[in-house]
Protein backbone atom coordinates (compact mmCIF):
# COMPACT_ATOMS: atom_id res chain seq x y z
CA UNK A 1 0.00 0.00 0.00
CA UNK A 2 1.17 3.78 -0.84
CA UNK A 3 1.34 6.36 1.63
CA UNK A 4 -1.70 8.05 1.36
CA UNK A 5 -1.32 10.77 4.11
CA UNK A 6 0.90 13.52 2.22
CA UNK A 7 -1.69 14.10 -0.85
CA UNK A 8 -3.97 16.57 -1.11
CA UNK A 9 -5.52 15.22 -4.12
CA UNK A 10 -9.37 14.12 -4.17
CA UNK A 11 -10.00 10.48 -3.14
CA UNK A 12 -11.24 9.64 -6.82
CA UNK A 13 -8.41 10.74 -8.48
CA UNK A 14 -5.73 9.20 -6.16
CA UNK A 15 -7.54 5.88 -6.63
CA UNK A 16 -7.74 6.20 -10.59
CA UNK A 17 -4.15 7.15 -10.37
CA UNK A 18 -3.37 3.56 -8.82
CA UNK A 19 -3.35 4.48 -4.78
CA UNK A 20 -5.04 1.82 -2.45
CA UNK A 21 -6.38 4.77 -0.13
CA UNK A 22 -8.03 4.44 3.23
CA UNK A 23 -11.84 3.82 1.34
CA UNK A 24 -13.50 2.90 -1.54
CA UNK A 25 -14.38 5.88 -3.45
CA UNK A 26 -17.78 5.48 -5.42
CA UNK A 27 -19.98 6.72 -7.98
CA UNK A 28 -22.91 5.04 -10.44
CA UNK A 29 -23.29 5.18 -14.23
CA UNK A 30 -26.09 7.39 -15.03
CA UNK A 31 -26.54 8.63 -11.21
CA UNK A 32 -28.60 11.67 -12.41
CA UNK A 33 -31.79 10.74 -14.06
CA UNK A 34 -35.05 9.13 -14.27
CA UNK A 35 -35.30 7.37 -10.88
CA UNK A 36 -34.49 10.45 -9.05
CA UNK A 37 -37.81 12.56 -8.70
CA UNK A 38 -36.09 15.47 -8.68
CA UNK A 39 -34.44 15.05 -12.24
CA UNK A 40 -38.26 14.64 -13.39
CA UNK A 41 -39.26 17.60 -12.36
CA UNK A 42 -36.48 19.85 -14.08
CA UNK A 43 -37.04 17.44 -17.17
CA UNK A 44 -40.64 18.46 -17.43
CA UNK A 45 -39.93 22.03 -16.79
CA UNK A 46 -37.32 22.30 -19.61
CA UNK A 47 -39.27 20.08 -21.63
CA UNK A 48 -37.12 17.46 -24.11
CA UNK A 49 -34.56 15.91 -22.54
CA UNK A 50 -31.76 17.72 -25.10
CA UNK A 51 -33.07 21.04 -23.60
CA UNK A 52 -32.18 19.84 -19.98
CA UNK A 53 -28.94 19.03 -21.28
CA UNK A 54 -28.42 22.00 -22.88
CA UNK A 55 -29.09 24.44 -20.71
CA UNK A 56 -26.09 25.03 -18.47
CA UNK A 57 -28.37 26.16 -15.49
CA UNK A 58 -30.42 22.94 -15.51
CA UNK A 59 -27.61 20.51 -16.49
CA UNK A 60 -25.77 21.73 -13.46
CA UNK A 61 -28.48 21.26 -10.73
CA UNK A 62 -29.35 17.93 -12.55
CA UNK A 63 -25.63 17.21 -12.25
CA UNK A 64 -25.50 18.20 -8.74
CA UNK A 65 -29.01 16.87 -7.06
CA UNK A 66 -27.84 12.89 -6.61
CA UNK A 67 -24.84 14.37 -4.55
CA UNK A 68 -27.36 15.99 -2.03
CA UNK A 69 -28.66 12.49 -1.49
CA UNK A 70 -25.77 9.45 -1.91
CA UNK A 71 -22.02 11.83 -1.27
CA UNK A 72 -20.61 10.49 -3.85
CA UNK A 73 -16.87 10.81 -4.54
CA UNK A 74 -17.86 11.83 -8.34
CA UNK A 75 -20.62 13.92 -10.50
CA UNK A 76 -20.84 13.13 -13.56
CA UNK A 77 -21.22 15.87 -16.17
CA UNK A 78 -25.23 15.57 -17.38
CA UNK A 79 -25.07 15.90 -20.99
CA UNK A 80 -25.09 12.61 -23.57
CA UNK A 81 -22.30 11.08 -26.19
CA UNK A 82 -24.80 12.30 -28.37
CA UNK A 83 -24.40 15.66 -28.61
CA UNK A 84 -20.83 15.39 -30.67
CA UNK A 85 -23.15 13.54 -33.85
CA UNK A 86 -25.21 16.47 -33.73
CA UNK A 87 -22.26 19.58 -32.61
CA UNK A 88 -21.44 18.00 -36.10
CA UNK A 89 -24.76 18.13 -37.81
CA UNK A 90 -26.49 15.56 -37.69
CA UNK A 91 -30.02 15.69 -37.17
CA UNK A 92 -31.03 13.85 -33.43
CA UNK A 93 -33.89 13.88 -31.64
CA UNK A 94 -35.11 11.89 -28.42
CA UNK A 95 -38.60 10.55 -28.60
CA UNK A 96 -40.14 9.23 -25.52
CA UNK A 97 -40.17 5.22 -25.48
CA UNK A 98 -38.09 4.75 -28.20
CA UNK A 99 -34.68 6.95 -27.42
CA UNK A 100 -32.58 8.93 -29.77
CA UNK A 101 -33.21 9.03 -33.27
CA UNK A 102 -30.78 10.35 -35.52
CA UNK A 103 -31.08 10.77 -39.61
CA UNK A 104 -28.59 7.84 -40.30
CA UNK A 105 -24.92 9.07 -41.86
CA UNK A 106 -24.09 5.73 -44.02
CA UNK A 107 -22.49 6.68 -47.21
CA UNK A 108 -20.41 8.89 -48.87
CA UNK A 109 -22.86 12.28 -49.16
CA UNK A 110 -24.15 12.12 -45.81
CA UNK A 111 -20.62 11.92 -44.15
CA UNK A 112 -19.59 14.71 -46.26
CA UNK A 113 -22.47 17.20 -44.69
CA UNK A 114 -20.82 16.87 -41.57
CA UNK A 115 -18.19 19.52 -40.03
CA UNK A 116 -16.07 20.12 -37.20
CA UNK A 117 -16.44 23.77 -38.02
CA UNK A 118 -19.43 24.73 -35.56
CA UNK A 119 -18.80 22.67 -33.45
CA UNK A 120 -17.22 24.03 -30.28
CA UNK A 121 -19.67 26.99 -30.59
CA UNK A 122 -22.74 24.62 -30.42
CA UNK A 123 -21.01 22.54 -27.31
CA UNK A 124 -20.71 26.25 -25.60
CA UNK A 125 -23.54 25.08 -23.06
CA UNK A 126 -21.64 21.85 -22.10
CA UNK A 127 -18.61 23.76 -21.63
CA UNK A 128 -20.80 26.56 -19.38
CA UNK A 129 -22.22 23.92 -17.33
CA UNK A 130 -18.37 22.16 -16.79
CA UNK A 131 -17.23 26.00 -15.64
CA UNK A 132 -20.49 26.28 -13.24
CA UNK A 133 -19.99 23.09 -11.42
CA UNK A 134 -16.34 23.50 -10.80
CA UNK A 135 -17.20 26.22 -8.69
CA UNK A 136 -20.26 24.21 -6.73
CA UNK A 137 -18.75 21.10 -6.59
CA UNK A 138 -18.82 20.09 -2.73
CA UNK A 139 -15.52 19.90 -1.44
CA UNK A 140 -13.42 16.21 -1.85
CA UNK A 141 -15.94 15.43 -4.48
CA UNK A 142 -14.46 15.32 -8.11
CA UNK A 143 -15.93 16.48 -11.41
CA UNK A 144 -15.72 13.51 -14.36
CA UNK A 145 -16.12 14.63 -18.04
CA UNK A 146 -17.32 11.69 -20.56
CA UNK A 147 -17.92 11.13 -24.20
CA UNK A 148 -19.00 7.85 -26.25
CA UNK A 149 -16.38 6.27 -27.69
CA UNK A 150 -16.47 6.57 -32.09
CA UNK A 151 -17.32 3.21 -32.42
CA UNK A 152 -20.15 3.48 -29.91
CA UNK A 153 -21.43 7.13 -31.27
CA UNK A 154 -20.78 5.49 -35.05
CA UNK A 155 -23.68 2.77 -34.15
CA UNK A 156 -26.19 5.49 -33.47
CA UNK A 157 -24.77 7.64 -35.98
CA UNK A 158 -25.17 5.08 -38.76
CA UNK A 159 -28.27 3.03 -37.68
CA UNK A 160 -29.94 6.07 -36.88
CA UNK A 161 -31.20 4.74 -33.66
CA UNK A 162 -30.07 2.37 -30.93
CA UNK A 163 -29.80 -1.72 -31.70
CA UNK A 164 -29.49 -4.99 -30.14
CA UNK A 165 -26.52 -5.93 -32.49
CA UNK A 166 -25.39 -2.75 -34.38
CA UNK A 167 -25.72 -4.73 -37.29
CA UNK A 168 -26.06 -2.08 -40.22
CA UNK A 169 -22.94 -0.65 -38.96
CA UNK A 170 -21.05 -3.84 -38.81
CA UNK A 171 -22.25 -4.43 -41.97
CA UNK A 172 -20.84 -0.69 -43.13
CA UNK A 173 -17.43 -1.65 -41.46
CA UNK A 174 -16.88 -4.46 -43.50
CA UNK A 175 -18.73 -3.31 -47.13
CA UNK A 176 -17.86 0.38 -47.23
CA UNK A 177 -14.66 -0.23 -45.03
CA UNK A 178 -13.32 3.12 -46.70
CA UNK A 179 -16.18 5.46 -46.04
CA UNK A 180 -16.43 4.36 -42.14
CA UNK A 181 -12.69 4.81 -41.33
CA UNK A 182 -13.49 8.54 -42.47
CA UNK A 183 -16.17 8.59 -40.44
CA UNK A 184 -13.89 6.80 -37.18
CA UNK A 185 -11.28 9.87 -37.78
CA UNK A 186 -13.81 12.35 -37.65
CA UNK A 187 -15.39 11.21 -34.40
CA UNK A 188 -11.32 10.55 -33.00
CA UNK A 189 -10.63 13.99 -33.95
CA UNK A 190 -13.71 15.88 -32.84
CA UNK A 191 -13.95 13.79 -29.55
CA UNK A 192 -10.49 14.67 -28.71
CA UNK A 193 -11.18 18.45 -29.40
CA UNK A 194 -14.31 17.86 -26.98
CA UNK A 195 -12.55 16.03 -24.28
CA UNK A 196 -9.58 18.60 -24.17
CA UNK A 197 -11.93 21.44 -23.72
CA UNK A 198 -13.68 19.73 -21.07
CA UNK A 199 -10.76 19.64 -19.03
CA UNK A 200 -9.62 22.98 -20.23
CA UNK A 201 -13.37 24.07 -18.27
CA UNK A 202 -12.67 21.73 -15.02
CA UNK A 203 -13.51 18.33 -15.73
CA UNK A 204 -10.78 16.26 -13.37
CA UNK A 205 -11.21 12.92 -15.01
CA UNK A 206 -12.61 11.18 -18.41
CA UNK A 207 -14.68 8.42 -18.91
CA UNK A 208 -14.79 7.16 -22.48
CA UNK A 209 -17.93 4.93 -22.94
CA UNK A 210 -17.85 1.98 -25.29
CA UNK A 211 -21.17 0.55 -24.24
CA UNK A 212 -21.37 -1.62 -27.61
CA UNK A 213 -17.74 -2.61 -27.98
CA UNK A 214 -18.46 -6.22 -26.96
CA UNK A 215 -20.49 -6.53 -30.44
CA UNK A 216 -17.41 -6.97 -32.59
CA UNK A 217 -14.94 -10.00 -33.17
CA UNK A 218 -11.55 -9.63 -31.85
CA UNK A 219 -9.98 -8.15 -34.86
CA UNK A 220 -12.23 -5.94 -35.87
CA UNK A 221 -12.27 -4.65 -31.69
CA UNK A 222 -8.75 -3.57 -32.41
CA UNK A 223 -9.64 -1.54 -35.27
CA UNK A 224 -12.91 0.05 -34.14
CA UNK A 225 -12.82 0.57 -30.76
CA UNK A 226 -9.04 0.13 -29.56
CA UNK A 227 -7.36 2.24 -31.88
CA UNK A 228 -9.38 4.85 -32.10
CA UNK A 229 -9.45 5.36 -28.11
CA UNK A 230 -5.53 4.77 -28.07
CA UNK A 231 -5.34 7.86 -31.02
CA UNK A 232 -7.83 10.08 -28.76
CA UNK A 233 -5.82 9.04 -25.29
CA UNK A 234 -2.75 10.61 -27.20
CA UNK A 235 -4.15 12.84 -28.42
CA UNK A 236 -5.63 14.19 -24.67
CA UNK A 237 -2.03 13.55 -23.04
CA UNK A 238 0.03 15.55 -25.36
CA UNK A 239 -2.32 18.60 -23.79
CA UNK A 240 -2.80 17.15 -19.87
CA UNK A 241 -0.35 14.09 -19.35
CA UNK A 242 -1.70 13.54 -16.38
CA UNK A 243 -5.75 13.34 -16.54
CA UNK A 244 -7.15 10.57 -15.37
CA UNK A 245 -8.86 8.39 -18.55
CA UNK A 246 -11.43 5.76 -17.53
CA UNK A 247 -12.18 3.29 -20.45
CA UNK A 248 -15.83 1.48 -20.31
CA UNK A 249 -15.65 -0.80 -23.31
CA UNK A 250 -18.17 -2.68 -22.46
CA UNK A 251 -18.49 -6.49 -23.23
CA UNK A 252 -14.89 -6.36 -24.03
CA UNK A 253 -14.65 -10.17 -22.02
CA UNK A 254 -10.53 -11.19 -21.59
CA UNK A 255 -10.09 -8.74 -24.83
CA UNK A 256 -9.90 -5.85 -22.01
CA UNK A 257 -6.27 -6.86 -21.03
CA UNK A 258 -4.81 -5.97 -24.44
CA UNK A 259 -7.48 -3.18 -24.67
CA UNK A 260 -5.69 -1.38 -21.42
CA UNK A 261 -1.91 -2.01 -22.26
CA UNK A 262 -2.62 -0.84 -26.14
CA UNK A 263 -4.80 2.22 -25.07
CA UNK A 264 -2.71 3.31 -22.33
CA UNK A 265 -6.27 4.15 -19.90
CA UNK A 266 -6.03 5.15 -16.29
CA UNK A 267 -8.28 2.65 -15.20
CA UNK A 268 -10.88 0.59 -16.64
CA UNK A 269 -15.08 0.17 -15.95
CA UNK A 270 -15.79 -3.14 -16.21
CA UNK A 271 -19.16 -4.78 -16.75
CA UNK A 272 -21.49 -6.52 -14.46
CA UNK A 273 -20.85 -9.84 -17.04
CA UNK A 274 -16.89 -9.75 -15.65
CA UNK A 275 -15.86 -12.57 -12.64
CA UNK A 276 -14.43 -10.39 -9.67
CA UNK A 277 -11.67 -13.15 -9.12
CA UNK A 278 -10.56 -12.63 -12.63
CA UNK A 279 -10.46 -9.44 -12.42
CA UNK A 280 -8.69 -9.17 -9.49
CA UNK A 281 -5.79 -11.37 -10.81
CA UNK A 282 -5.67 -10.59 -14.14
CA UNK A 283 -7.21 -6.40 -14.69
CA UNK A 284 -6.31 -4.92 -11.12
CA UNK A 285 -2.15 -5.44 -11.42
CA UNK A 286 -2.46 -3.51 -14.55
CA UNK A 287 -4.62 -1.00 -13.77
CA UNK A 288 -7.31 0.81 -11.36
CA UNK A 289 -11.09 -1.04 -11.79
CA UNK A 290 -14.43 0.60 -11.60
CA UNK A 291 -17.10 -1.88 -11.10
CA UNK A 292 -19.26 -3.72 -11.20
CA UNK A 293 -22.79 -3.96 -9.54
CA UNK A 294 -25.64 -5.25 -11.83
CA UNK A 295 -28.22 -2.35 -12.38
CA UNK A 296 -30.93 -4.44 -12.12
CA UNK A 297 -29.93 -5.91 -8.58
CA UNK A 298 -29.94 -2.57 -7.39
CA UNK A 299 -33.19 -1.99 -8.89
CA UNK A 300 -34.26 -5.04 -7.31
CA UNK A 301 -32.97 -4.62 -3.63
CA UNK A 302 -33.14 -7.12 -0.91
CA UNK A 303 -30.12 -8.96 0.64
CA UNK A 304 -29.03 -10.13 -2.61
CA UNK A 305 -28.02 -6.86 -3.18
CA UNK A 306 -26.15 -6.35 0.02
CA UNK A 307 -24.24 -9.67 -0.29
CA UNK A 308 -23.53 -8.64 -3.79
CA UNK A 309 -21.86 -5.18 -3.09
CA UNK A 310 -19.67 -7.06 -0.27
CA UNK A 311 -18.52 -9.58 -2.69
CA UNK A 312 -17.74 -7.00 -5.27
CA UNK A 313 -15.65 -4.83 -2.24
CA UNK A 314 -14.17 -7.74 -0.47
CA UNK A 315 -12.68 -8.84 -4.25
CA UNK A 316 -11.46 -5.86 -5.39
CA UNK A 317 -10.06 -4.27 -1.71
CA UNK A 318 -6.49 -5.20 -2.13
CA UNK A 319 -6.44 -3.41 -5.41
CA UNK A 320 -7.10 0.16 -7.23
CA UNK A 321 -11.25 -0.10 -6.90
CA UNK A 322 -13.65 2.82 -7.36
CA UNK A 323 -17.58 1.15 -6.42
CA UNK A 324 -19.81 1.75 -9.71
CA UNK A 325 -22.20 -0.60 -11.34
CA UNK A 326 -21.68 -2.53 -14.24
CA UNK A 327 -23.78 0.14 -16.80
CA UNK A 328 -26.16 2.90 -15.83
CA UNK A 329 -28.72 3.20 -13.38
CA UNK A 330 -31.99 1.85 -14.88
CA UNK A 331 -35.72 4.43 -14.35
CA UNK A 332 -37.39 1.35 -12.28
CA UNK A 333 -34.79 2.14 -9.19
CA UNK A 334 -36.05 2.77 -5.80
CA UNK A 335 -33.68 5.78 -3.87
CA UNK A 336 -33.82 3.68 -0.64
CA UNK A 337 -31.34 1.06 -2.16
CA UNK A 338 -29.02 3.28 -4.19
CA UNK A 339 -28.73 4.67 -0.23
CA UNK A 340 -28.29 1.48 0.55
CA UNK A 341 -25.53 0.76 -1.35
CA UNK A 342 -23.82 3.97 -0.61
CA UNK A 343 -23.89 3.68 2.96
CA UNK A 344 -22.56 0.30 2.42
CA UNK A 345 -19.64 1.43 0.46
CA UNK A 346 -18.77 4.45 2.45
CA UNK A 347 -18.81 2.18 6.11
CA UNK A 348 -16.49 -0.34 4.39
CA UNK A 349 -12.81 -0.44 5.82
CA UNK A 350 -10.33 -2.62 3.50
O1 LIG B 1 -25.57 10.60 -14.87
C1 LIG B 1 -24.86 10.31 -15.85
O2 LIG B 1 -24.34 9.18 -16.00
C2 LIG B 1 -24.49 11.42 -16.84
C3 LIG B 1 -25.28 11.57 -17.99
C4 LIG B 1 -25.29 10.57 -19.15
C5 LIG B 1 -26.45 10.41 -19.95
N1 LIG B 1 -26.13 9.60 -20.99
C6 LIG B 1 -27.72 11.08 -19.70
C7 LIG B 1 -28.94 10.52 -20.31
C8 LIG B 1 -24.30 9.75 -19.69
C9 LIG B 1 -22.89 9.49 -19.19
C10 LIG B 1 -24.85 9.14 -20.87
C11 LIG B 1 -24.08 8.26 -21.75
C12 LIG B 1 -24.76 7.56 -22.85
N2 LIG B 1 -25.79 7.99 -23.62
C13 LIG B 1 -24.36 6.30 -23.34
C14 LIG B 1 -23.18 5.50 -22.84
C15 LIG B 1 -23.49 4.76 -21.60
C16 LIG B 1 -24.56 3.70 -21.76
O3 LIG B 1 -25.60 3.86 -21.11
O4 LIG B 1 -24.32 2.75 -22.48
C17 LIG B 1 -25.22 5.97 -24.40
C18 LIG B 1 -25.19 4.70 -25.24
C19 LIG B 1 -26.11 7.06 -24.58
C20 LIG B 1 -27.17 7.22 -25.62
C21 LIG B 1 -28.50 7.37 -25.03
N3 LIG B 1 -28.92 8.46 -24.32
C22 LIG B 1 -29.59 6.46 -25.10
C23 LIG B 1 -29.56 5.12 -25.81
C24 LIG B 1 -30.65 7.04 -24.42
C25 LIG B 1 -32.06 6.50 -24.31
C26 LIG B 1 -32.18 5.45 -23.27
C27 LIG B 1 -32.71 6.02 -22.00
O5 LIG B 1 -32.18 5.69 -20.93
O6 LIG B 1 -33.65 6.81 -22.08
C28 LIG B 1 -30.21 8.27 -23.90
C29 LIG B 1 -30.99 9.24 -23.10
C30 LIG B 1 -30.42 9.71 -21.81
N4 LIG B 1 -29.12 10.09 -21.61
C31 LIG B 1 -31.13 9.91 -20.60
C32 LIG B 1 -30.22 10.42 -19.67
C33 LIG B 1 -30.50 10.85 -18.26
C34 LIG B 1 -32.63 9.69 -20.41
C35 LIG B 1 -33.33 10.83 -21.02
C36 LIG B 1 -34.62 11.17 -20.35
O7 LIG B 1 -34.60 11.89 -19.33
O8 LIG B 1 -35.65 10.76 -20.89
Given at each position: M?NV???????L???L??E?A??????????????????M????????????????EFA??V?LQ?LR?F???????F????V???A?????????GE?PVL??V?D????????M????D?????Y?TI???S?????G??L?G???AP???A???VG??G???Q??????????R?T?SKL?????NSTS????KQV?????AL???????????????I??????V????????K???????????K????K??N???????????I??????????S?????????G?L??????S??I?????????????K?G??V????H?I???T????V?L???I???Y?R
Open positions: KTASSEKLIRTKGVERVPFWFMRQAGRYLPEYKLRAEAGSFLDLAYNPTETPRNMDAAILSDILIPHLGQELAFKAGTPNVRTLEALSEGMHHLSPVQTNLKKMPSVAIFAGWTVTYMGRSKDASTRLMAYQDEFINLLIEYLIDHGAEQIFDSWSGSLPAGEFTWCVEPQKIIENIRVYPDVPIIGFPGAGALKYIKKTKVTAVSDTSMSTSWVRTIQPLCTVQNDPLLLAGGALENAVYHILDHLDGHFNLGGIPQPTENKVSDILNR
